[in-house]
């Protein structure tokens, strides 16, 4: 006789609150839940996970909202031409040093996609960046070229001679990145000029 076949179980995921407790202490980054499922969708229903994951993070929200903005238009499940994935459009380079950083293994592509860890991971990639590039003029878009381009990138190619001197866009001699990075800025602006909700 055969037994019908069982579905997978999935892990047990943590309620969100014990959860951003647990992140916020740093004490389980490895356990956000997993893919699948319905995700929230659209700037309204992500704002508020946006919002927590950049100040965990220690980024202003209008700054992580914008990225989002500009990488997935708030689409989870969107997808780039080089295998980026999510909101954060994450790589695989990404997820790997942020695994290795927490002492968890990569997560697979189809986890990485929920919004919770694609934020977490991209918010503490963005974050890594901003350290980096701390006291110099320019590093908000420093860190935001490492972001587009990569570290490597940018330390080998644009990294100004003294941390005072600025690094103007025109400068950028990707126009691809100089543009990523003018719109990103433009929309953190607005971002942060936008009127609260009552």
Known sequence: MRHPRRPPRTPPSLPLPLLSLLLLLGLAPCALPPGGGRWPQGEEALSPLVEEAALRHGLPPSLVQAVVWKESRFRPEATGSQGEIGLMQLTPGAM?????????????????????????????????????????????????AEYNAG????????????????????????PETREYIRQILLQKEHYDTRPSAP
């Open 96 to 144: 790997r040093d942020w695994a290795a950083a927490h002492g968890c293994p990569p997560p697979g592509r189809g986890r990485a996609f929920a919004p919770a860890l694609n934020l977490e991971i991209g918010c503490w990639y963005l974050a890594r960046a901003l350290r980096r590039w701390e006291g110099y003029h320019s590093a908000l878009v420093l860190a935001l």
């Open 151 to 174: 570290p490597a990138t940018v330390l080998r190619e644009w990294r100004p001679a003294t941390p005072d001197t600025p690094l103007p866009l025109e400068e950028i001699p990707y």
